[in-house]
């Protein structure tokens, strides 16, 4: 951004001056002036079509009535036609209110039949799409679990030959890469993120499309498995500067907290946090103190690895996490689904 | 990072008390008033910090309210601040007025938010603070940044909001938020370290 200005050190506007400027009447007048055009009235258009659907119906039935052959009007109907038509494109509504899928589109090329597999589709609850030093489009899936829809067929697994599947759910068109997946793991890129559940790296891929799918692989208990999920730290609430007068845990990067105690229902959310306050009890022992919005709520934890050694348990865990990952790439495989730049994983 | 903006967080009740405020705008205008007030300075600075002008900023948060109001029938409420949707809204807004280059994009910055960004580099640095040099390449850095990057950058830098909020407005996951924002500041060490050499 070329031309972007900077303020460095500007005096804040105050709130006296923009409240000079705040005026209710004048935005009232303004909606009051500005009406919607007839023709965007949602009225008009379901009132017209109405009438349009009734002249027609009337016409048919009067051109049936009166003439000798029966002509069969073809009418689009609410059914999905045998995908082996290839000349013929469909279009199936169906509104179901659970996995919100709403229209079913196929234009198959040279598919042939097979049994539909039991596949849950992975819808993106968000997605980032950037792009890498080569130009790669990247793709920062997170998902969610969808049912496939029964009446979708879906091609095999063993398809050499590049096809397309378009359907639709929260009314946008999904369209569908299932080549046969070469999936190889890219190196130049590792993000780890850190969850309650534990570490979780991000991987890429590189896929024949050319895109690189971001994607995080199963995650796994911590080494110190406990009947309660940890709370992992890297560095978010400065928890690196809070526990720095703790010299048993001070120099540390990364911090796993096994909770002692239940965390308080709805408190688990570590993203819903404002802020985080840390006690020492006792050696090993600590207090977080949890803020949100204008509450706090506190909870004894303990270090994961309270022996200290932290680094040489995350690397046993690490090393323990690349040998079920590199197991669900030889067992599963990916099918990437073009949601109008959204993307959706399908795992077997 | 310290001072996050407590500002954001509303309780559970606050929200509750907006959901009937909401509603009672739909099916009256004038109840909007309401909103209206609560969300003004808000909304104004937003843009302010981003056109630099008084007079601008007046008129374009008048449009964000216009077209809040207009738009107030199709909002759906998600438990949420509604001040979420009204950022969207004038973010969106804002958008149109650089494309038409009506306005160029203006950011503030305080020396201390720059500082706070250039220690995200290398948090094990003991210096005191970085120098005037590394602060004078970190704002030249800025201009290499998309909108979108500097945008979630100003957000979570230079107006302190926390990730909650700003996933919010953007419309993302927190966790995408976070991941965006650890990719902007590998981004601008980077161009920082290039320009170095």
């Known amino acids: 951004m070329e031309d972007l200005n900077i303020n460095r050190d500007k005096p804040d506007i105050t709130d006296e001056q923009i409240l000079k400027h705040r005026n209710f009447d004048a935005v009232m007048n303004t909606v009051a002036v500005t009406k919607v055009p007839w023709y965007k009235v949602g ?3 379901l009132l ?27 009418v689009v109907s609410n059914t999905i036609k045998d995908a082996q038509e290839s000349d013929v494109n469909q279009m199936v509504k169906e509104e179901k209110e659970e996995n919100q899928v709403s229209i079913f589109h196929v234009t198959p090329k040279s598919m042939e039949v097979f049994t539909p597999l039991n596949l849950k589709i992975q819808v993106p609850r968000e997605v980032i799409i950037d792009e890498d030093a080569s130009g790669s489009s990247i793709f920062d899936v997170s998902i969610t679990n969808l049912d496939v829809p029964e009446n979708i067929e879906l091609p095999p697994h063993s398809k050499k030959e590049s096809f397309q599947l378009d359907f639709s759910y929260n009314d946008k068109t999904v369209e569908f890469y299932g080549a046969e997946s070469t999936l190889v793991k890219d190196e130049s890129v590792t993000i780890y993120e850190s969850t309650i559940d534990g570490w979780k790296p991000m991987q890429t891929y590189k896929y024949d499309k050319e895109v690189v799918l971001y994607d995080s692989v199963p995650t796994m208990l911590l080494p110190e498995q ?23 845990i001070s120099g540390y990067k990364n911090f796993v907290f096994q909770p002692i105690e239940e965390i308080p229902e709805g408190w688990y959310e570590k993203n819903m946090w404002e802020d985080v306050r840390v006690e020492k009890i006792e050696d090993g022992i600590y207090k977080l103190y949890l803020l949100k919005f204008d509450q706090e709520k506190e909870c004894l934890v303990k270090l994961a690895f309270p022996e200290g050694d932290f680094q040489k348990a995350m690397n046993q865990y690490n090393t323990s996490f690349e040998k079920q990952e590199n197991l669900s790439i030889e067992k599963g ?16 | 990072m310290t001072n996050i903006n407590k500002q954001y967080h509303h309780s559970k009740s ?8 909401i509603n009672k705008a739909k099916k ?3 109840d909007f008033a309401v909103l209206y007030e609560k969300y003004y300075v808000q909304i104004f600075r937003y843009i302010f910090k981003r056109i630099a002008d ?23 409420f998600r438990g949420v601040p509604f001040s979420a949707w009204l950022h969207q809204i004038a973010r969106n807004e804002l958008n149109l007025c650089f494309r038409a280059q009506k306005y160029n994009r203006s950011v503030d910055v305080k020396t201390e938010q720059l500082h706070e960004v250039i220690e995200e580099f290398d948090p094990e640095n003991n210096e005191e603070q970085p120098n005037e040099e590394k602060t004078q390449q970190l704002m030249a850095s800025l201009r290499e940044l998309n909108k979108d990057e500097l945008e979630l950058l100003e957000m979570r830098y230079f107006e302190k909001r926390p990730f909650q909020e700003v996933s919010e407005i953007l419309n993302i996951s927190v966790s995408n938020a976070k991941v965006k924002m650890h990719r902007i500041i590998k981004k601008l060490k980077g161009i ?6």
């Open chain 1, 333 to 348: 495989r990916f099918y990437v689904l073009n949601d109008g730049g959204k993307y959706i994983v399908l795992y077997p």
């Open chain 2, 14 to 21: 606050a929200i509750q008390l907006e959901e009937e405020q």
């Open chain 1, 43 to 45: 009225k008009f258009w």
């Open chain 1, 226 to 248: 406990s009947s309660r999920p940890a709370l992992v730290f890297d560095s978010e609430y400065e928890i690196e500067n809070k526990v720095a007068e703790f010299e048993e």
């Open chain 2, 28 to 30: 009256n205008p004038k």
């Open chain 2, 192 to 197: 920082m370290q290039v320009e170095s050499v």
């Open chain 2, 54 to 76: 008084e007079n601008e900023s007046a008129d374009l948060t008048s449009q964000v309210f216009v077209k809040a109001l207009q738009s107030l029938h199709k909002y759906e």
């Open chain 1, 48 to 74: 017209g079509g109405s009438a349009i659907v009734v002249l027609v119906a009337t016409v048919m039935l009067i051109t049936n009535y009166s003439t000798s052959n029966e002509e069969v009007v073809e």
